[in-house]
């Protein structure tokens, strides 16, 4: 089993930078494709974006394209996601997740099995 730990969130102005961690223990990420998925109360959780196994594919929501970065480090067994230009819509618990086989892409419909507790992540006017 995988146990995922999310840090780095917090509360920020419109128009901030925050860099969010997910550190991973009780297996490798490597080979595993990560996602990062959001939620705020009463919709259905989001997701933000993914990265494949092996690091040389992202995908983004479009309207965040441009705006977020996700990024792994497997000698860290970490992923990250890079946010700027933060919006107030962009307020939302931030979870990261990954599956229980490698390769398979992570998707909206189809997340992976292993979920961290979530981080907050405020954005104010």
């Known amino acids: 089993q995988v146990q995922l730990v999310e840090s780095g969130g917090g509360s920020v102005q419109t128009g901030g930078s925050l860099t969010l961690s997910c550190t991973a223990s009780g297996r490798t990420l490597q080979h595993y494709a990560l996602g990062w998925f959001r939620q705020t109360t009463g919709r259905e959780r989001e997701l933000v974006a993914s990265?494949?196994?092996?690091?040389?594919?992202?995908y983004y929501t479009d309207s965040l394209k441009g705006r977020f970065i996700i990024s792994r480090d497997d000698a860290k067994n970490t992923v990250y996601l890079q946010m700027h230009s933060l919006q107030p819509e962009d307020t939302a618990v931030y979870y990261c997740?990954?599956?229980?086989?490698?390769?398979?892409?992570?998707?909206?419909?189809?997340?992976?099995?292993?979920w961290g507790q979530g981080t907050q992540v405020t954005v104010s006017s």
């Open positions: 997740n990954t599956g229980s086989r490698p390769w398979i892409a992570i998707t909206q419909a189809q997340p992976g099995n292993y």
């Open positions: 990265i494949s196994g092996s690091g040389t594919r992202n």
